[in-house]
């Protein structure tokens, strides 16, 4: 007897996934924007070109991508072990 059914399963995750794309694509643009309008008031940074506003977002959206991935592994591998004799 499982706990939780296949199609249950498979939708927790669908929404699992689609969570873990928002948040990884809304930390790029926070990441973006945080950046550009904390440098854009202050003159003397100045020289900090648009490409390293660019490296910083992805660097930040990279690390919440991995995490993204640890965190849904980790909850199938919990959802999987929930099934009982599956």
């Known amino acids: ?3 939780i059914n296949r199609g249950d399963k ?3 995750l669908r929404f699992l996934r689609f969570g873990l794309i928002v948040a990884v ?3 790029f643009v926070v990441a973006f924007a945080v950046r550009w309008g904390s440098f854009a008031r ?3 940074m100045s020289d900090i070109t648009f ?3 660019i490296v910083f977002s992805l660097i930040v959206t990279v690390v919440v ?3 993204a991935v640890a965190v ?3 909850y199938s591998f919990a959802l999987g072990r929930s099934e009982g004799g599956e």
Do not use: N
């Open 1 to 3: 007897m499982s706990i």
């Open 10 to 12: 498979e939708s927790r």
């Open 25 to 27: 694509v809304m930390s």
């Open 42 to 44: 202050l003159p003397a």
């Open 51 to 53: 490409a390293s506003h």
């Open 65 to 67: 991508a991995v995490l």
């Open 72 to 74: 849904y592994f980790g």
